[in-house]
C-alpha cells in the first residue's frame, strides 16, 4: 500500500469511527432525555408572565381573560400520561396539571353554534383547533409537567395536551382561544399531518 493510499484509508476510518461515536452519543442523549424540542418559531417566544394574558373568545355568552394566577387558580386536573411525537418518540410517564377544555366550556357557556375551539399562539405561527363535540375531561390546558412550571421551550406560560393525539396537536405559548363555526386549521395540517392527530393503535 503507497503512501497516499494509506492515508485515505486512514482518513476514512477515523471519519467513519468519529460519525459512529457521535451517533451511539446523539442516541444515549435521546435515552437519558427523551423530550427533542420542536417549534414552529424561529425562537422561543420570550412573554412577561406580568403582562400575560389568555382570552376567550368567540362565539360564547362570555368572553372573558385570564392571567397566569387565574388559571393556576382554575386547575382541576392532574394525571400521568406518556407524551407521544407523530415521528415515533414518546416521553414516558409525565405528570400533567392544568385547566380541564371542559372547565373553559363551563365557564364561557359557547353557543351551539360553536362546533370548534381554535387556539392562537405567540409567535402567530402555531394554530390549532379541535372540534366541541370531540374534548374530553383529560383535555387540558397544561401549566405543570411532573410539578413544575413548564419550561419557555415546552410551551410555558400554557401549552394544550390531549393524551390520546399525538404532540403536533399539542399547541405551546397558547394566548387566544376561540370559539366559532369555523375551525382554522393548524399549522401542521396545512403542511399534510391529519386534522385530528389521533394515536393509532
Not at 15 to 39: E, H, K
Not at 58 to 67: D, I, V
Not at 94 to 103: A, I, M, P
Amino acid at each position: 500500500m503507497n503512501r497516499r493510499i494509506f492515508l485515505r484509508y486512514l482518513l476514512v476510518s477515523g471519519a467513519f469511527f468519529v460519525s459512529s461515536r457521535v451517533r451511539a452519543l446523539a442516541a444515549f442523549g435521546d435515552f437519558i432525555n427523551p423530550w427533542r424540542i420542536r417549534t414552529v418559531e424561529g425562537s422561543t417566544p420570550e412573554i412577561d408572565i406580568d403582562k400575560f394574558s389568555l382570552s376567550i373568545t368567540g362565539l360564547t355568552e362570555e368572553r372573558r381573560k385570564f392571567a397566569y394566577s387565574d388559571l393556576e387558580n382554575l386547575t382541576d386536573t392532574s394525571y400521568r400520561e406518556d407524551f407521544n411525537c407523530v415521528e415515533g418518540w414518546s416521553v414516558p410517564d409525565l405528570k400533567w396539571e392544568g385547566v380541564s377544555l371542559n372547565k373553559i366550556i363551563e365557564i364561557v357557556k359557547p353557543y351551539k353554534k360553536a362546533k370548534y375551539i381554535n387556539f392562537y399562539c405567540y409567535g402567530n405561527k402555531y394554530t390549532e383547533s379541535i372540534p366541541v363535540s370531540e374534548v374530553k375531561d383529560r383535555y387540558i390546558l397544561a401549566l405543570r409537567v411532573n410539578g413544575e412550571k413548564l419550561e419557555p421551550k415546552h410551551g410555558f406560560p400554557v401549552r394544550l395536551f390531549y393524551p390520546d393525539r399525538y404532540g403536533y396537536k399539542s399547541a405551546k405559548w397558547i394566548k387566544k382561544i376561540e370559539f366559532s363555526d369555523i375551525k382554522v386549521p393548524g399549522f401542521w395540517t396545512k403542511r399534510g399531518y391529519p386534522y385530528d392527530g389521533k394515536i393509532l393503535g
